[in-house]
């Protein structure tokens, strides 16, 4: 199963989809960060500069869209073959090694995806004064 996203989920994903594997495996660092912290524009400004990228908008857009991406097939819990098919499809052409990053970051960050997903779930109900649920 390939996971589709809009134009504007790849377009943010793309910067990705130049860089070498130490600098995926940076992203996948801010993505950790992200996870449990929110944006970060001061760590965002440094790695813009770092990567010559116009604006750390750029960075903060690459490492969304990588949330989104791993919350989706957190969702769908797709296979390897499927992460990195999605991937080719998406126009990741790069070597089996930054696949395998970026699959290996999916499988140890699961848990934490999984959670990010309950508390946004547990976020989105309400309760009102006379006990019934509201969604």
Known sequence: MIINLNES???HLSVLFQL???VIQDF???TTNYLKDG??????KSVSKKLSL?????VQDSVEGLVYFLLLATILNISE????????HMGFTQDDKCEKILY???TQEKYNLYRTLISEYISLLHF????????
Do not use: I, M, W
């Open 104 to 106: 290996e970051f999916y």
């Open 39 to 44: 944006p970060n524009q001061k760590l965002y």
């Open 54 to 58: 116009p604006s750390a908008d750029n």
């Open 28 to 30: 996948c660092t801010l």
């Open 128 to 135: 009102k004064s006379s006990g019934d649920l509201r969604v």
């Open 81 to 88: 073959y499927d992460f990195c098919n999605t991937l080719y």
């Open 9 to 11: 989920h790849r377009e």
């Open 20 to 22: 070498p594997p130490e």
